[in-house]
């Protein structure tokens, strides 16, 4: 699926990536927002499927953003939980995953990120993606 110069491009964004580590959310009283394996995955896959490597690198490139947008938020746009079985079986335990979005626009497109708290774990950047606006 992949040509080399992509897979360099994923290798060298997902070394980037990592180097960010966690930034400090003031929105979340300055806790800190992981970024993990977890999210860098959701850029490359959806579903275990792989995105298309237009959307891949459209979404990579847009970590720059996602960063800035973290640090310089003062409100989250949306919020909503979902519960999620964690074993097969009856009864199943049950873990709330909760996911926040934060939504910048401007005149030509609009730019939406996700963090997601698993439980009570850590929140972790999930996505980021955009849409270009029509006039």
Known sequence: MFDINHAEFIRNAREAYKRIGSISCPDFGAERIYFNSKGFDHLIFKNREYRSKREQIDRIRLIPEAVRMLTSCT??????????????????????????????????????????????????FLSVMSKTKTP
Request: zero cysteines; hydrophobic letters at 30%.
């Open 75 to 124: 409100r989250f746009s949306g919020y909503r939980s979902y519960a999620v079985d964690t074993k097969i079986g009856l009864p199943s335990p049950r873990v709330i995953h909760h996911l926040w979005s934060f939504t910048r626009e401007d005149d030509k497109r609009k730019v939406t990120m996700v963090i997601r708290q698993i439980g009570n774990g850590s929140k972790h």
